[in-house]
């Protein structure tokens, strides 16, 4: 009784806790300290990602520049003798008896002669770039989770464009040339990469697969306007040049209001940096971040190791690559699964894509509508992207598109016929763009933040990989070209049956922390 009087209470330990224990931080992931503290999906992250995802944009004109750039004009015979108007190829004209519309300088193809014997060189040069889109992504994919971060490395690639893209407007000769779009490729394959994680990172786990399907929105905004730039500036090398400067301007007005991903500055050990961030993330969406809470990553919170709940702002860096990955049995599984299947993906885009554009109609008006048509499939795939689930989205997608792939290889080429194989194309780019945008977001949450770029960056690879291949096959004619296309979308559907679904999973920090979880699924279950 006397013992109650005193104030004490026979509930209390009776050892009272150290005041360093209660004063003891409490450590958070990445994705609690969103949804509890600093808001998922606020001002900040919204203005962030737009202003990030403008880089997309750059990607759509770097790369489908060639459309315009490489075309054959159209020509004119310039004397009556030894030119037949009505010929279906200037090959089987006498030279000088005809000329090209709009001069020699219109296109490469007129200005370097890129035809009849010569005319495999426009695909060498597609191919080259895509082959350097193919190293830059890999070689970008690695530095951007290392030392450079994802605002580093995206601020080295648009750099890269702008010099790459105008030094292309001065080519002396095809070889020059060729180079020099080598090169665009190379920092082009990385711009996208980089801008998708720095723009999606900072977003919280419910509103981050919506955020991410709508950055290929950007992207199609890309090739739209390119119709506009390459409509008023008809010369090859004036288009070059025109379509460097959007890069100039997002260096200048765009870059320097940029964030680094906390993320990237958690697992880098910057604590302090990632903290600095999530503060201003709260304090823009009107919330409060308690003195009490503090970053940590995944494998830390899992563990609540005593010796890890150091006060200390600055820890040591998190390292990973490619060879963690593989190192993995649970990381390499996955990342042969999304190597095959954005191969897959590609081929079929880049294929039919290249199919759709031969309607024998205004060059600029295809490009453009090309280019706004595939917007649907993305606000539907983002629709349905929390309701169904990334597995069974990207395996019906890819099956819808395969199916009316196959359907169009059964059509004739000819009256009717040709009009419902043109169909069947439409409806399978459709499907097989919104896929296209899926697998980013898919992707990107399959793997930790330490690694995530690295396999990322060689998804892409996987992607231009298919890119060099598409023209090769869309080349075959008849019906051949959709028998491959269903093929690949079938198959790369089959495949993701063997991923796993990470609708509402937390993107991970660590290695360990990603195995820990995963492993702890089926007794969860159970």
Known sequence: MSNLQDGGDLRSPLIPPSVDECLKPKKV??????????????????????LTSMAWALEGIHTMVMI???REPGWRCSTSRGCDSTAKSVCDLEPGSWGWFGGIGSSTVS???????QKYRVGLVQALFFAGCMIGAGVFGHLSDSKLGRKGS?????????????LTAFSSNYWTYTLLRFLSGFSTGGTGLCAFVLATEPIGQSWRGVAGMSTFYFFSTGIASLSAIAYFFQSWRSLYIASSVPALLFIILILPFLHESPRWFLVRGKVDEAMKIMHKIAISNGKHLPDGVILAVDSEVNNDDDALHSQSDTKEALNGSLLDVLKSPLTRFRLFLAVVINFFVSVVYYGLSLNAVNLGTNLYVNVALNAMAEMPAYFLTALLLDKLGRKPLAMWTMWFSGAFCLAGS???????????????????????????????VYSMELFPTVVRNAALGCATQASQMGAILAPLVVVLGGGVPFAVFAACGIAGGLLVIYLPETLNRPLYDTMAGMEEAEAEKPCILT
């Not at 300290?33 to 998922?40: D, H, L, V």
């Not at 200005?111 to 014997?117: N, R, W």
């Open 410 to 440: 059964l059509m004739k080429g000819y009256g009717a016929w040709k009009i419902v194989r043109m169909v069947c194309g439409v409806v399978g780019i459709f499907f097989m763009a919104g896929t296209y945008n899926l697998l980013y």
């Open 68 to 70: 315009f750039s490489d």
């Open 111 to 117: 200005e370097f002669g890129l035809i009849c014997g």
């Open 29 to 50: 992931t990445m994705d609690q300290m969103f949804e509890k503290y600093s808001g998922e999906f606020g001002w900040w992250q919204l203005r962030h990602f737009l």
């Open 154 to 166: 995206l601020t080295i690639v648009c750099i890269l464009n702008a010099i790459f893209g105008c």
